[in-house]
């Protein structure tokens, strides 16, 4: 910290203007701004939390712009985390991504639900003029396969 004490220079003003920066204070906002983000960041997830099953197939590109559809182990159909009627899944899926028709829609279902409803709601999502559909699944670790 930088204080300077003395008295008057002579020329009746005063002490000089202290040209130091004080950077304590900004340490301390960084500190805690960094502490909130890395509270804030896990749960910024995207959808409906679900029981995903597991498989062992590569990851998913995370760069792109994705849409997530879910469906939870009651047959609910969520996008994002807005819940949607299934009649209205294609018009909200074609308002959502807009005229960019390759953006990757991510269907993400839980693992108690049938398979008929989540060919049903993929069925859906093909129709709909998507071009890019891709399941999630949980990733089993390397050593247990």
């Known amino acids: 910290m ?4 003395g008295g008057d ?15 304590t204070p900004l340490v301390d906002v960084m500190l805690v701004l960094l502490i909130v983000f890395m509270v804030a ?8 939390q679900v029981n995903l099953p597991k498989s062992t197939s590569k990851p998913l590109d995370a760069k792109k712009k994705n849409v997530t559809v879910s469906i939870d182990k009651d047959g609910k159909v969520f996008i994002e985390k807005d819940e949607i009627d299934t009649g209205q899944l ?3 899926l074609n308002n959502r991504t807009g005229v960019e028709k390759d953006t990757p829609i991510i269907v993400k279902a839980d693992k108690a639900i049938s398979y008929g409803r989540v060919l049903e709601i ?16 949980e ?4 050593a247990a396969k």
């Open 2 to 5: 930088a204080v300077e004490l």
């Open 9 to 23: 220079d002579g020329d009746g003003f005063g002490p000089p203007p202290m040209s130091a920066i004080n950077v």
């Open 41 to 48: 960041a896990p749960l910024m997830t995207a959808g409906v």
């Open 90 to 92: 294609a018009a909200v």
């Open 122 to 137: 993929v069925g859906i999502i093909g129709n709909s003029g998507a071009g890019k559909l891709s399941l999630l699944h």
């Open 139 to 142: 990733q089993i670790p390397a």
